[in-house]
């Protein structure tokens, strides 16, 4: 890095130069200046947001979902028919996965088998309900457990939603989701 030549004077938000190993140029933001310049656009009320690539606001970015199931039929038909009504889906392979995913992500819901390896989604539940950050996004569990005392453990755990894989078809997932986060661009 190098400072800039003082035939420019002083560049407002610039500190230094640099050349990069394949010859080109950049500029070295100076932080402080740049703070100082942002808050005084801000006070003058010419900062303004810029628009949406798409030419939308991002308040009508599409719904993501993590499909935590260690099946992968189960998880392929989630996701299609997720996919299918508009929904963004992430997928994945068991409760580890799924709480490293739901961590690094941003989910606007988890859909969760109970029994699977690593971790159940009963224990993944359980931390994305105890978590600060995370303890508002809504989870679903989906699995073959029907018995009360199954339904009460996730219930138990945070789930916002149970259903069971043998009695429900496809417009019975689909209701539960729009039940929980409205429709893929709301």
């Known amino acids: 890095m190098q400072p800039l030549d003082a035939t420019f004077g002083k560049i407002r938000d610039i500190s230094t130069a640099a ?4 010859g080109s140029p950049v500029l070295v933001l100076d932080i402080a200046d740049l703070l100082v310049s942002i ?3 801000l006070s003058e009320g010419r900062l303004h947001p810029l628009p949406h690539p798409s030419g939308t606001t991002g308040s009508a970015r ?7 199931d260690d ?7 989630e996701r299609k028919l997720l996919l299918s009504h508009g929904f963004e889906v992430s997928v994945a392979v068991d409760g580890m996965d799924g709480w490293n ?13 109970v029994d699977m390896p690593r971790m159940d ?5 359980t931390l994305i309900k105890k978590d600060s950050r995370l303890h508002n996004l809504p989870v679903m569990i989906v699995s073959y457990k029907d018995r009360p005392e199954d339904r ?4 138990t755990a945070g789930a916002d939603y149970y259903l069971t894989k043998g009695s429900f078809h496809d417009e019975t997932l ?7 986060i409205g429709g893929p661009g709301a």
């Open 19 to 22: 050349v990069l190993d394949d």
């Open 101 to 113: 995913a739901v961590r690094v992500g941003n989910f606007d819901l988890v859909i969760t088998d």
């Open 121 to 125: 989604g009963i224990e993944l539940v």
């Open 71 to 77: 099946s992968l039929t189960v998880r392929e038909m």
């Open 62 to 68: 599409t719904r993501r979902i993590l499909v935590v």
């Open 152 to 155: 009460s453990r996730g219930v």
């Open 39 to 41: 808050d005084k656009l």
């Open 174 to 180: 689909l209701e539960a989701v729009f039940d929980l």
